[in-house]
DNA sequence: GCCAACGTTGGC
DNA sequence: GCCAACGTTGGC
């Protein structure tokens, strides 16, 4: 199957780039929407790549990942302390999922948002979207040569 | 801080 | 199954 790519959102006070960098890969838990569950747990594929979007305070493309796992149930689910936890998730009967992701780059310059709105081609993607919050979204393969081409 | 958009919950 | 109320996300 061709490669697909995906927009991953983190806030950046939580977890950045910067700390994936540093940490080399991480489980992308904490996921508690079901569409973005779905695509997660379905849709992707080991080998994709994805891009790191910072929300909040800096809203941009701030660089690239790579899914390096197949769904695996998100553990944070059966932390009762924790703040992602949901009594119906189980190990027996897990409802939450995550990957694996890996750093892959830190683009040399972030794309806003702003500068996004104004690119040519990328009128349909999901991230500009009114409305769109969806924390784990797709993007097509034309939309990801745009931005590439963009970024460097 | 405000507010639009969206998802979830729960009463009926 | 409908829908109002509520909570959350996230841009501005």
Redesign the pocket.
């Known amino acids: 199957m061709a490669k697909q790519y995906w927009l991953l959102?983190s806030?950046p006070s939580s977890y950045s780039i910067d700390d994936l960098k540093r940490d080399g890969k991480t489980e992308w838990t904490g996921v508690r929407?079901?569409?973005a569950r779905n695509t997660m747990r379905d849709s992707m594929s080991k080998g994709d790549l994805a891009f790191y979007y910072h929300?909040?305070e800096e809203?941009a493309i701030v660089g690239i990942c790579e899914i390096t796992t197949e769904a695996i149930p998100d553990k944070t689910a059966w932390d009762a302390k924790g703040h992602y936890f949901d009594a119906k998730s189980s190990p027996m009967n897990p409802i939450w999922f995550c990957r694996e992701v890996k750093f892959k780059q830190k683009l040399k310059t972030p794309l806003t948002?702003?500068d996004l709105r104004n690119i040519k081609g990328l009128e349909k993607m999901v991230l500009l979207q009114?409305?769109s919050?969806?924390?784990v979204q797709p993007v097509s393969e034309k939309e990801w040569e745009v931005i590439m081409g963009m970024a460097k």
Do not use: D, I, P, V
């Open positions: 959102k806030e929407n079901y569409q929300s909040g809203t948002l702003a009114k409305g919050r969806l924390s």
